[in-house]
């Protein structure tokens, strides 16, 4: 195994670790948080070289581990989160590359590729299973979740040729019950409800991530490059959306949530080393109960 993540100081260095979260309270004061989130104060590590490219998260329930996906690298990544490692979970499991999310759903793993197609990787098989969605154009994914109302998953088009000159983005939704594409749209988001909500008519909304929240139910969706946090219904209907701050997400590419709710956002090496930030969540009166 190798070592993965490092924390922002040297671990003697404790008080001067808490200092530096202090001045990025200070300096961070214009950008607000989600209610039971506290958005400048990230917990942050250091990923490795091997996962530069990070284009995608998925929390394993039970293990204390994320899965990792990075865009141009044919293999699985586990982060144990206890031990701070890296690992190898499954190699050369597909030869295209271009992987932008991961999603495990019991033992199997599915990987989005980003002209939509889902790539299934069964827990201990020798080989692949291959989905594409027929929707026709030039598209270009980076969002995939599952949704349990729905007993699937749901891919959010970054850039659709259907979505041109509509104002929207379109989800599409893959069934795990008989393995199809359903023929119709999940659902759709106005990106002018994300300006409106965001209050800036300059917002770029091209989805990058989403997961569910496993407390409020809520679906959070990160733009990474107009650098938004949206949190949406789970029919896409808007309702807050939040900016993050450059410094620390110049290109959130991974979203990912613990049964606690603590949040995890990866960050591709934009310009120096890729980031693992950890968000820890405080329950609120208001939390509503979340609909699996």
Same mark, same amino acid.
């Given at each position: ?13 404790? &008080?001067?670790?808490? %200092?530096?979260?202090?001045? #990025? ?5 214009? $950008?607000?948080?989600?209610? &039971?989130?506290?958005? @400048? ?6 990923? *490795? ?12 329930? *039970? ?41 495990? %759903?019991? =033992?199997?793993?599915?990987?989005? %590729?980003?002209?939509?197609?889902? %790539? ?16 026709? +154009?030039?598209?270009?994914?980076? #969002?995939?979740? $599952?949704?349990?109302?729905?007993? +699937? ?11 041109? +000159? ?5 989800? $599409?939704?893959? =069934? ?33 991530? !989403?997961?569910? @929240? ?11 490059? *107009?650098?938004?946090?949206?949190? !949406? ?18 290109? /959130?590419? *991974? ?15 934009? $310009? &120096?080393? /890729?980031?693992?930030?950890?968000? =820890? ?7 509503? !109960?979340?609909?699996?």
């Amino acid at each position: 195994m190798r070592k993965l993540l490092q924390t922002q100081c040297p671990a003697v260095s404790f &008080g001067l670790l808490w %200092v530096l979260v202090l001045c #990025t309270a200070c300096s961070d004061a214009s $950008y607000s948080s989600p209610r &039971g989130y506290e958005l @400048h104060k990230p917990v942050q590590r250091e990923l *490795g070289k091997s996962l530069n490219e990070i284009s995608g998260l998925f929390f394993v329930p *039970g293990e204390d581990a994320l899965l990792a996906i990075s865009d141009s690298k044919r293999t699985i990544f586990r982060i144990d989160l206890r031990t701070q490692k890296l690992s190898d979970k499954v190699k050369n499991f597909y030869e295209q590359a271009d992987f932008e999310d991961i999603v495990q %759903v019991g =033992s199997t793993i599915y990987v989005l %590729v980003s002209n939509g197609s889902i %790539v299934e990787v069964p827990q201990g098989a020798d080989s692949v299973n291959v989905y594409n969605a027929n929707i026709g +154009g030039k598209n270009d994914f980076e #969002t995939l979740y $599952y949704e349990p109302q729905a007993k +699937g998953l749901v891919m959010l088009c970054k850039s659709c040729e259907a979505d041109k +000159g509509n104002g929207i983005r379109t989800a $599409y939704l893959f =069934s795990l019950e008989d393995r199809q594409f359903a023929t119709e749209p999940y659902y759709s988001i106005s990106s002018e409800q994300v300006k409106k909500t965001a209050r800036n008519d300059d917002a770029d909304f091209k989805p990058s991530a !989403a997961a569910i @929240h496993p407390l409020d139910g809520r679906l959070y969706i990160l733009a990474s490059a *107009g650098q938004l946090l949206v949190i !949406a219904d789970r029919r896409g209907n808007v309702e807050e959306v939040y900016r993050l701050n450059p410094d620390d997400h110049p290109q /959130a590419e *991974g979203i990912a949530f613990a049964p606690n709710g603590a949040m995890y956002i990866s960050n591709e090496g934009k $310009y &120096g080393a /890729a980031t693992l930030k950890m968000y =820890s969540y405080k329950k609120t009166v208001r939390m509503r !109960a979340a609909k699996n």
